[in-house]
Structures are given as C-alpha cells and as structure tokens.
C-alpha cells in the first residue's frame, strides 16, 4: 500500500511547487525495513534547501541509508526533486513522522517555507501462535575455528623450533671448538699496498731530517723485509743483506731493480752499523729506490722451482746464522 500525502502551496512568483512525503508502506512489523520518499516539484531557476536529515527522523524512527538528491524533468517542464530514506524502528504501534521543511527561494526573489504533511506509521508486534508448545531458546552455535584460533600456536611452535635449532648448533660447534656464528673475514690488503703506505708515513714522519738516520734505515730496510716476505714467500726478516740480495735475484726480472735494492741495503748498513753517515740526497734517494721496488714487484712473477729450492735453501742458512750469531 503507497500512501501519498500531498500539500500545495501557492506562490505567487513561481506558481504551484508540490511537496510529498511517500512511504512504500504505512505498516511493517518491528525491525523490518522500508523506503520513504521525499519530493519536491520546483520550476527552473527556484533555489531549494534541502531538509538535512541525520541518523534519525524521530527517536522513533531510524534512517539506514539515504540516496542523494536526485534530479528529472516532469511533463509540465517543471523540476522534480526527490531523495530516498531506507528506516527501521524498533518500537511496536503507531508512530508520527513529522512534516519536514523545504526552503524555496524563487527565480522571482520571494522566499517560502514549505512543509509535507505528516505521515503515521504502524509498527506491529511478531505473531505468536499461543496453541502451539512453547519451545526453548535454540542453544549457542560454536563458530567455526579459523586459520587466525591457530595462529598463536603456530608462531609458538615455530619459535621453539628455532630456539632449538640454534641451541644445538650451539652446543655442535663449541664441542667442535667452531664460533657459533662465522663471520665472512676481510680480503686481505695487497702487499705492494700495505708496504707503500709504511713508506708514506715514514716519509711524514721526517726521521732523517731529525738526524734519526739510524731509525730511518732501520724502518726502510724492514717495510722492504716485510713486503719481500708477504709477496715472495722470502724469510726476509732473518736474513742479511747479502742473503737478501742472492735470493731476491731470481725474482727481480730486471737488473737495475736488484741494483737499486742493492744500493738501499747498503746505506743502511752503513748507517746503522756506523761505518758512516749519508747525506740527506742519498737518504731520499733510498726512500725513491725502496718506492720503486715496491712498484716494480707489484705483480709477483711465477716462482719457479728451481728459485723456490734457492729461497728455501736461502731462509735455512739464514735461520742457521742466526743461530750461530745467539
């Protein structure tokens, strides 16, 4: 049943505007749902304020959802101007809607206020058939368990897993005197790179220029030893300078290199044994020689198996001198 009330205003300057408030049905039962209209029939150019509607239309009457303002022309070509209201209410008998309020401001500059007729509602009650036996509350439905019920105890089962395969790999590999956790070490640095940067801070140091000539050939010589060892396998630490100089023979290719190293050790004998003192060109000059060598040998040649039986031989007679000398 469509129930359709209607009140007309007339308006001077834009004729007759029309107003409803329609219900698809005066009587539904408590909860249940149904659509209101409201609608407003305007000529083109009228201004309308719509009626704000809230959350409700009464403390009765609940409003679900609502449609905005939708527009069409009417065969009279006149504006047609509707909204739609789903609502419920939860209270049994009846119940008044009130009018709802339309302002008009016409084409012609006069204003109107423009009201609905009230609506009245029945809310009825659920129909209880007395004859029949009373029947008892259905029990409580389980609901079903779902992926997240067990997702606790999954995380706990996986958390104790871990725990567990760590502490055994723990205690494996303190039995096997392994750390517990390897880290990836650092490539080592080139030799060629480590010895040139003693060369550099010992040339920032100015040893010589202190008048420590005995310091300084003492560090050149030893940053020389120390690269020999690192980049050729040589036992350099412990051999003389003669010694150095047989066996570094048959891994410098080129002779001026060996002569070069030749010319270096031999300042430094004879600074630090004080056979003599050399001048300050001879000692940046050694300091050029020993920067050389380094460059020259950067790339270590294929050893050979006849020099690594000379370099062993070598390193012996070294340790053997060594030895006497103690």
């Known amino acids: 049943m469509t129930v359709s009330l209607i009140l007309i205003f007339t308006i001077t300057a834009s004729g007759l505007s029309a107003q409803k408030m329609t219900a698809d049905?005066?009587?539904?039962?408590?909860?249940?749902?149904?659509?209101?209209?409201?609608?407003?029939?305007?000529?083109?150019?009228?201004?309308?304020?719509?009626?704000e509607t809230g959350d409700t239309l009464t403390s009765q009457v609940e409003i679900i959802s609502k449609t905005p303002v939708d527009t069409s022309k009417t065969e009279n070509g006149k504006l047609l101007l509707s909204q739609k209201l789903l609502i419920t209410s939860f209270d049994t008998g009846f119940i008044t809607v009130p009018p709802v309020s339309f302002q008009l401001a016409t084409n012609g500059g006069s204003t109107q206020q423009l009201l609905s007729d009230p609506l009245l509602l029945e809310i009825t009650k659920p129909t209880v058939d007395l004859t029949k036996d009373i029947r008892d509350i259905k029990p409580v439905m389980t609901a079903p368990y779902t992926l997240r019920d067990f997702l606790p105890w999954i995380l706990l089962l996986l958390a104790a897993g871990l725990i567990g395969t760590l502490l055994w790999f723990y205690i494996r590999n303190r039995k096997r005197n392994k750390p517990f956790i390897k880290l990836p070490s650092r490539p080592a640095r080139p030799p060629h790179e480590l010895a040139l940067e003693a060369l550099d801070n010992l040339k920032k140091e100015q040893l010589w220029q202190k008048g420590q000539v005995k310091e300084y050939y003492t560090r050149l010589t030893d940053i020389l030893r120390e690269y020999f060892e690192k980049r050729f396998g040589v036992n350099a630490a412990e051999m003389t300078s003669d010694e150095i100089l047989g066996v570094m023979k048959d891994f410098l290719e080129e002779v001026s290199t060996l002569n070069d190293l030749r010319k270096v050790l031999t300042l430094a004998d004879l600074a630090k044994f004080a056979k003599g003192q050399p001048i300050g060109a001879e000692n940046e000059l050694s300091f050029t020689y020993a920067r050389s060598i380094v460059m020259t040998t950067s790339a270590a040649p294929v050893m050979t198996q006849e020099s690594s039986i000379v370099s062993e031989t070598s390193t012996e007679n070294a340790s053997i001198s060594k030895t006497n000398k103690d």
Not at 36 to 43: D, G, R, Y
Request: zero cysteines; charged letters at 15%; hydrophobic letters at 35%.
């Open 25 to 51: 049905s005066t009587r539904f039962p408590i909860g249940g749902q149904i659509y209101l209209t409201l609608s407003l029939e305007v000529n083109a150019g009228d201004r309308v304020t719509w009626p």
